[in-house]
């Protein structure tokens, strides 16, 4: 069962994202009736037909074949108009339909065979973790706002390309990793500090959410948290339960800053066990850290530097600060 308070919550959001939709598509095609007038006349020829049908039935029974199939092809006639319509103005045929956040479930929070959606599941997680401010920096940190320009397009010493053209091979990989998602393996980002790890760690949790997968995106902090609290002092908190079943279940699991923890017994036993258990279900990973290569045995333990270097793409950063995180 649900925390009852959390639950009703996220059912106000999908009524409250419901109006909306209803409220954008009523503006759509308001505003297209006064660019086309013709399409109200035909929107509402079409919502009489139904009646027309009714109204032939009860006035002659005997003719409802006839009278049936002669309003059917009115109505495909108005159909075909409108279409066309639409088609002479570069306006999609789905222009005028209510358009929902998440098509899956049509902003429900439940699919047709009355499972919980993905995105109500993210919202779970965003109530167990409280990742509202993640979500906002994902409005700017995408994709859509990647530029290369900002990397330098000189060769380093010891380096065989530009910090440039390096990021836009690692940048291709973020998106072969979206696109060929959730069947890929895992990505580790390693690299100084400032050059763009937790950016494209941003840019593929924005992409996958938006195509409505889970996504896990937390520091080694605040799993290490949840991990305390779900052992030793809050063991029967629902949402602590939640956060930490996530770990191991979410579709994507992203650690950034791996490393910037004190790591002890504890958490080293507990993150192997979270890395592993991903591993053997095939669960997608992607770890950034300023850690080197040569020191995560040290800094952890063999067992985690087997797996890491076993099981994820190793993708170096490398250059000047650049200093995305802001």
Request: glycine share 4%; hydrophobic share 40%; charged share 25%.
């Amino acid at each position: 069962m649900l925390d009852p308070t959390v639950y009703k919550q996220i059912l106000e959001q999908y009524a409250v994202q419901r109006d909306h939709n209803k409220y954008d598509r009523k503006m759509r095609k308001l505003s297209l009736y006064e660019r086309m007038p013709r399409l109200r006349e035909i929107d509402l020829e079409m919502s009489q037909i139904g009646a027309e049908i009714a109204k032939a039935i009860l006035q002659n029974p005997s003719q409802t074949e006839v009278m049936m199939m002669e309003l059917e092809q009115t109505l495909a006639q108005l159909k075909r108009e409108k279409a066309a319509l639409l088609a002479s103005h570069n306006i999609p045929a789905t222009y005028l339909e209510v358009q929902h956040r998440c098509e899956k479930c049509k902003d429900t929070g439940f699919l047709e065979t009355n499972e919980r959606c993905t995105c109500f599941n993210q919202k779970l997680i965003s109530a167990a973790y409280q990742m509202s401010n993640i979500e906002k920096q994902l409005e700017s940190q995408n994709f859509n706002h990647f530029d290369l320009m900002r990397f330098s397009a000189e060769i380093l010493p010891k380096e065989r390309l530009t910090q440039r053209d390096n990021m836009k091979n690692l940048l291709s990989e973020a998106e072969q990793f979206v696109t060929a998602f959730p069947d890929v393996g895992h990505l580790f980002f390693y690299g100084s500090s400032g050059l763009g790890k937790t950016y494209l760690c941003n840019c593929i949790a924005k992409a996958l959410l938006d195509r409505g997968h889970s996504v896990i995106y937390q520091t080694p902090f605040s799993i290490i948290d949840i991990l305390e609290r779900k052992q030793f002092t809050d063991r029967n908190n629902l949402m602590v339960t939640i956060a930490y079943q996530q770990l191991f279940e979410a579709d994507l699991l992203i650690i950034d800053d791996l490393g910037t923890e004190t790591a002890n017994t504890f958490t080293i036993s507990e993150f192997y066990n979270i890395i592993n258990a991903r591993i053997l279900s095939e669960k997608p990973m992607i770890i950034s850290t300023n850690i080197k290569l040569s020191e995560i045995a040290t800094f952890y333990n063999d067992r985690i530097d087997s797996r890491i270097k076993g099981h994820f793409k190793l993708l170096k950063f490398f250059g000047p600060d650049i200093r995305w995180e802001y």
